[in-house]
């Protein structure tokens, strides 16, 4: 590709050449952002919901469900929204994954905790 722009900068017009490839790599990156839509903004959290989960030592750990809002406001609607992930989180404040039915692992830890609630998500 450098030898074609050599090639041609070095012929008869060979600035307006250069010009026309830097005016055109300027209008694809712009079309690039035109078409890339920005990252959603968090509109808010709610709590949903908690239960009960307990470790292999039988511990008991209260367990909060909180459901993320994103803002997808149109013309029609400027106050629609969408549902984000849902985010599990301890008493403490400690992230949690579900790792299967009812089944549960703290992040950074190796506790495993199950529920018997049957709303447990």
Do not use: N
């Amino acid at each position: 590709m450098d030898e074609f722009i050599a090639a041609h900068a070095a012929g008869a017009g060979g600035f307006a050449w250069l010009f026309y490839l830097g005016i055109a790599a300027l209008f694809r990156k712009r079309a690039q952002h035109a078409h890339s839509a920005p990252p959603a903004a968090s509109k808010r959290t709610r709590l949903v919901g908690s239960f009960v989960a307990r470790d292999a030592s039988g511990r008991t750990h209260t367990l909060s469900c909180y459901q993320q809002y994103f803002d997808a406001g149109t013309r029609d609607d400027p106050s629609a929204e969408r549902k984000g992930p849902l985010h599990i989180l301890t008493s403490d404040g400690r992230r949690v994954d579900k790792i299967g039915t009812r089944k549960y692992r703290i992040l950074g830890s190796r506790d495993l905790l199950t529920s018997e609630d049957p709303l447990a998500p």
